[in-house]
């Protein structure tokens, strides 16, 4: 069968027996499961499923993917997938990041990397089209991001530029910091300093690998496709409609702070406490003076949301981040009761640097200061620390403590989810309901208590990655940012944000352009996204080996959400249990899953993954024994 | 249309290579990073440096070609190629300040910015996008050409010092 839109080969390299082999791909897996987030649940599946609940995320028998899809390189911007058994949910996440890894990927001829066991020494991968060495990482262990990005570039220029060619393109790369070296669950795949895959925890993945950095190269143009001419059209049309996006190409996500708690109530404050400010100091006017790029972007991405601050002055001096993007105001400012630009930059600049989510670093620190203000930790717990709401210097410092796994740091780089545990365990009170997760994924910064914003109170509870915002069921299931619309993007693996209203059915015109196939939008909702989607929620009610999830208990919103906004224009607006019931029920039965969310006889047999039955049995199982 | 020549602001490149897509696209039929003849370096985050041939009034590529693969374009001024007679043994790009032409990733023949005959692509799309980062201009105002036949390297160093500071 002939490959359109794929090179039709993967990298496969043991880290532990210091083996590399390129395997071929299957054509009908590929028809099934397209790529990125869907070829990963795929590869796991296959790989793990039998043992899912034995494997340690953080072992050497997990695996960690780095995949691109069919669109890569062809639709505008360019995004790499990152997966493996998650480290916060014991589940699978498709997490996805800006990395032009993705277009060398396919430019040196794969469409992605799997990779198996670990090493002893720090390592990292270069993949030079078909030389692929792992190569000692010993000076670059230890680094922080900027460090990494410097040396790792000059030592690969020199690498690509030497031969007979003139003055070629520098490999892309992806690198962890000190957080994933030290296997902090909030720890992120890096790239460029700024762009990060955070959702998941597989910087701690690869840590835990012993893999500081994958570099690639590739010189060759992106795979055949089935129909070169009207692809070529569509890239036009796709480059006219983008260049309308005119707020999010002229601020990015920074004017999320501005929006989502003046005008929707739904952005974290001081831990979830509340969801409304009113200070202004918090527009993308008073971060824009900071930039010193304001259109910023990746390969063939004409939207360019990505804005570059640098602060040079001030007890912030030399904090490099990008807008920062709404989340990273919300949880590295207004969740920690910071208001200040210039300490939002800092502290965002340092989660770059220390390879932490700036989402999973936020949420935990809010959670942290809450304890703290109501007397549950104190400065002794804290090793010495006061994390007073506001209080820049102190949040800086827990920080590098968790990166470091210093004292306290080292409960904390559990994540929320696990550290509240802990906490209860050692406090002796429980500490979980301050925990704003879900799934062992602190929730992104938009809220659902006003019905505003994130409009339905099974966003977080049902999504098969947790709390990721990015991957939000809402009904009906094939809505626009609902989960089962963003696993084609995760998939195929595009920008959310280069899907513009109206034009959802672009990229499947792109798919259809390029690889041929006649998978449209309700197709994907009823056949491919359901499949992966299934898959994806067996393998999280699988979990272990430390926590589990029952759907009973755990199909649950954070308990602050159940508690009632106090202020704001929507005073008062909680969740309300008799409407969730009905959409947690609705949503069930439009996937096909049965009164647990767990996939139904026909369901299975309608998608063609009745290999999932024995799982489903252990899970069902385990729900009756407890 | 008269000689023509690109000119360029580093500072208002946004990296996106949307000029390596459209060149592509034009001179290959395919997104093919490596075969562009324009390419955007980027060393450091937020230093864009769009690259291409400058068109030196003194021609010092055609001159070291020892096989007369290269000439000028009379309509446009841009250097040409003759891919029969190219063996891609590399003298040009030594002989080029600016490091411009390279191989071809499969023909092993030198590319080297043709001008798209006298309207480019990459310009077309830099503008379309807004970013002015490319701008077409008659080729008689090329009298500091040499002001970009430098290496990307030369330019980032300027760059980050704008930027950054100069720490690096």
């Known amino acids: 069968m002939e490959f359109y839109g794929y090179n039709g080969k993967i990298i496969e390299v043991d880290l532990s027996r210091e083996k590399v082999r390129v395997k071929e791909l299957d054509y009908e897996v590929l028809n099934k499961y397209i790529g990125g987030r869907g070829l990963a649940a795929y590869i796991l599946w296959n790989e793990l499923g ?38 916060q949910s014991n589940g699978m996440v498709g997490s996805v990041l800006s990395s032009e890894v993705a277009i060398e990927l396919k430019a040196a001829g794969y469409d992605g990397i799997v990779i198996k066991g670990s090493s002893k020494d720090p390592v990292y991968l270069m993949v030079k089209e078909d030389i692929i060495e792992i190569r000692e990482a010993k000076h670059l262990w230890g680094l922080r991001g900027r460090e990494v990005f410097l040396k790792l570039k000059e030592e690969l220029r020199r690498d690509s530029t030497r031969g007979p060619w003139g003055l070629r393109g520098d490999p892309a790369f992806i690198y962890i910091g000190p957080a994933g070296e030290r296997k902090v669950r909030m720890a992120t795949v890096m790239a460029k300093l700024v762009h990060a895959a955070g959702y998941g925890g597989y910087g701690a993945v690869m840590g835990a690998k012993k893999l500081k950095a994958v570099a690639v190269k590739g010189y060759g143009p992106m795979p055949k496709v089935k129909y070169p001419g009207w692809l070529r059209y569509l890239i036009r049309e796709a480059w006219n409609v983008l260049l309308k996006q005119h707020s999010i190409r002229h601020w990015g996500t920074t004017t999320g702070s501005y929006l989502t708690a003046r005008r929707s109530s739904s952005e974290p404050v001081r831990n979830w406490q509340e969801e409304w400010h009113e200070e202004r100091s918090y527009s993308p006017r008073s971060f824009e003076v900071y930039w010193i790029k304001r259109y910023w972007g990746d390969y063939g991405c004409p939207t360019t949301c990505m804005k570059i601050s640098y602060l040079r002055t001030s007890e912030f001096k030399d904090s490099l981040t990008d807008g920062p993007d709404y989340e990273l105001q919300a949880y590295l400012g207004t969740n920690l009761g910071i208001f200040d630009p210039k300490a939002n930059i800092y502290l965002s600049s340092l989660a770059d640097d220390l390879g932490l989510c700036g989402i999973q670093i936020g949420n935990l620190l809010g959670f942290v200061a809450e304890l703290y203000e109501k007397g549950l930790l104190s400065k002794e717990d804290l090793d010495g620390l006061e994390p007073k709401w506001g209080d820049v210097e102190a949040f800086a410092k827990l920080m590098v403590k968790i990166a470091e796994r210093d004292g306290i740091g080292d409960i904390l780089a559990e994540g929320v989810a696990r550290a509240c545990l802990e906490l209860s365990n050692l406090k002796g009170i429980e500490l979980c309901k301050y925990a704003v997760h879900v799934k062992g994924i602190g929730v992104g910064a938009h809220g659902i208590r006003s019905r505003k914003d994130y409009t339905q109170f099974i966003s977080y509870a049902l999504s098969t990655q947790g709390g990721d915002h990015t991957s939000a069921p809402l009904l009906p299931p094939l809505k626009r940012w609902g989960e089962l619309w963003n696993a084609f993007n995760d998939s195929a693996v595009i920008c959310s944000f280069n899907v513009p209203e109206g034009a959802e059915d672009l990229p499947f015109e792109f798919l259809k352009a390029i690889t041929g196939w006649e998978i449209d939008l309700p197709l994907w909702g009823k056949i491919h996204g359901r499949r992966i989607l299934t898959i994806q929620r067996v393998m999280l009610l699988l979990g272990g080996p430390d926590l589990y999830w029952d759907p009973r208990l755990h199909d649950r919103n954070p308990p602050k959400f159940y508690e009632p906004l106090p ?18 029920k609705e949503y069930y039965s439009a996937l096909g899953w049965d009164e647990h969310g767990l996939p139904t006889n026909e369901t299975l047999e309608e998608l063609d993954i009745k290999f999932l039955e024995g799982a489903i049995k252990r899970i069902k199982a385990r729900l009756k024994s407890s | 249309m008269g000689d023509i020549w690109i000119l360029r602001d580093p500072h208002k490149c946004s990296g996106c290579k949307l000029c390596e897509v459209a060149c592509s696209l034009t001179h290959e039929g395919a997104i093919w990073p490596e075969a562009s003849r324009i390419k955007v370096f980027e060393p450091f985050p937020g230093i864009d440096i769009p690259h291409l041939c400058s068109q030196c009034p003194t021609y010092p590529c055609i001159k070291s070609c020892k096989v007369n693969a290269l000439k000028v374009d009379p309509k446009t001024g841009a250097v040409l190629v003759d891919e029969d007679k190219c063996t891609g043994c590399g003298d040009c790009f030594k002989a080029c300040p600016g490091g411009v032409p390279r191989l071809h990733p499969s023909k092993r023949k030198v590319i080297i910015c043709d001008l798209c005959g006298g309207d480019p ?11 002015g980062a490319l701008r077409t201009i008659p080729a008689k105002d090329r009298d500091l050409y040499e002001v970009y036949a430098v290496k990307p390297s030369e330019l980032a160093k300027g760059l980050y010092e704008a930027y950054y500071g100069g720490r690096n």
């Open chain 2, 121 to 131: 692509e990459c310009v077309k799309v830099c503008n379309l996008a807004g970013y």
């Open chain 1, 567 to 584: 202020t704001g224009p929507f005073k008062g607006s909680k969740v309300v249990e008799d409407e969730f019931k009905r959409q947690v």
């Open chain 1, 50 to 87: 039998d043992k899912w609940e034995e494997v340690d995320p953080l072992g050497s028998e997990n695996l960690l993917l780095m995949l691109t899809g069919p669109l890569t390189g062809y639709y505008p911007g360019v995004k790499l997938c990152i997966s493996g058994k998650s480290p």
